[in-house]
């Protein structure tokens, strides 16, 4: 398989998503902010196009696409939005962790509304206390006949609140990974509840909460796989959202970028246009450059998850860190030459600059990225 070009369904697809969000997610994106608007019915249209269940087996509803193709839609969705495309994103881990590791019933059970987003799903890993370190979590399950007793606390969880379904990392067992499980809670299930919706920088066409569990009474029947694997289940479903959310930051900054390249050529500033200026035509010129090396790599981090290869989670966490740092870059420098313009909401620019941030301390801050890869190099030079 070649990843330097893509095949024709592939275009298609991209072609697809593009113009999903050129027509249902751009001319919302500035107000969806400002409004701090979850928009769920454009997020059903998508879903409806094949989007809720990307990399999902397609007897409960998915897509069956690979990891690759999943890029190339969440670079384009973002175009339109980078934060609607990222918590599609997650809703797309969540479901995917289910179709990998669940039973047959729980597929049926859980993934066909999944796929039509007529159910919306948060994954919960992160704690107070628990965030880089989250194999230090501390919410716990406690087996009682066939429930699981949920106690503790989630922290920054999109979707909270408005999400179906919780796909919780819980403690059934001892300290450090191996002592964790995964449980799907359902919205409604009492001793579930919600903190406020989190004021933050950028991201705020989705809401971000605390969830809590008070004597919350679970089935066993949620439970995904066996106890003790939840730690590996939730590390899998990062491999694919990294790759996701990396996918989203070129998307916003291709946006950015493509706005830039239209100023530019209208903006007049001593005499000429702006992008007139060599100074200017390089900048743009390293900004494109930089974006498609990161690009380019991501695919073939994709293309490594898909095939499965050894190598596959440190290609991941490469490329979210190479796609999140340049993303954000790119989409800053698009700010600077929008002027002071650039500035002012209703350019669009300082927005995607915003929604970008977090995707470099997310999913794995890109500190984090660095351990996974470090540990791999020193472990080689180790001999290990
Ligand atoms: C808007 C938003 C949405 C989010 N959505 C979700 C979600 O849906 N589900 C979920 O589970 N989580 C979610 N998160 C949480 C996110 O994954 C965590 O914030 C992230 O993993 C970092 O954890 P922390 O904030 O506790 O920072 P810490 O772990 O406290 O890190 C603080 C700083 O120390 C650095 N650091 C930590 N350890 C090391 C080390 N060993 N070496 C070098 N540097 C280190 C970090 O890189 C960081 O810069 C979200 C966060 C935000 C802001």
Redesign the pocket.
């Known amino acids: 398989m070649t990843v330097f070009s893509l095949t024709e369904d592939q275009i298609a697809i991209r072609d697809m998503a593009a113009s999903f969000a050129a027509e249902s997610l751009a001319p919302h994106a500035v107000r969806w902010d400002e409004e701090k608007h979850f928009p769920v019915e454009e997020m059903r249209q998508a879903a409806a196009l094949g989007m809720g269940g990307i990399y999902i087996r397609d007897d409960v509803g998915g897509s069956g696409l690979s990891r690759l193709d999943a890029a190339v839609i969440f670079e384009a969705l973002s175009t339109g939005c980078p934060t609607v495309a990222a918590y599609i994103s997650?809703h797309n881990m969540c479901a995917w962790m289910i179709d990998r590791y669940g039973s047959d019933e729980q597929r049926q059970k859980f993934l066909p509304k999944l796929c039509s987003m007529e159910h919306l799903a948060?994954?919960?890993?992160?704690e107070p206390g628990a965030?880089?370190?989250a194999a230090a979590l501390k919410t716990k399950a406690v087996l009682d006949g066939d429930h699981y007793v949920l106690d503790g606390q989630?922290q920054?969880?999109?979707g909270a609140g408005v999400s179906d379904l919780y796909v919780v990392m819980v403690r059934t067992g001892e300290a450090g990974p191996s002592g964790i499980s995964t449980i799907v809670v359902e919205k409604g299930t009492p001793g579930l509840s919600f903190g406020a919706n989190e004021k933050?920088m950028g991201?705020n066409a989705q809401p971000?909460r605390a969830v809590i569990f008070e004597n919350c009474r679970v089935p066993v029947a949620n439970r995904i796989g066996p106890e003790g694997i939840g730690f590996k289940i939730a590390m899998a479903g990062l491999d694919g959202g990294r790759l996701n959310i990396g996918a989203c930051s070129i998307g916003g900054a291709q946006g950015a970028l493509d706005k830039a390249l239209g100023y530019a050529q209208e903006r007049k500033a001593f005499g000429a246009r702006i992008a007139d200026f060599q100074a200017l035509q390089f900048k743009l010129a390293d900004m494109a450059t930089e974006l498609e090396a990161a690009r380019t790599f991501l695919w073939r981090a994709a293309a490594a998850l898909d095939e499965k290869t050894p190598d596959a989670t440190k290609l991941c966490a490469m490329a979210k860190r190479v796609a999140t740092d340049t993303g954000f870059e790119v989409a800053n420098q698009a700010l600077q030459i929008h002027g002071g313009y650039g500035y002012l909401a209703d350019y669009g620019i300082e927005k995607i600059v915003r929604d970008l941030r977090?995707h470099q301390?997310?999913?794995?801050?890109n500190?984090?990225m660095r351990?996974i890869v470090a540990r791999s190099l020193v472990g080689r030079a180790k001999g290990n």
Not at 361 to 365: F, K, N, P, Q, S
Request: charged share 20%; with cysteine; aromatic share 12%.
């Open positions: 997650i948060s994954y919960c890993l992160t965030g880089s370190d989630k920054f969880i999109s933050k991201w971000t977090v301390i997310l999913e794995g801050t500190e984090v351990m």
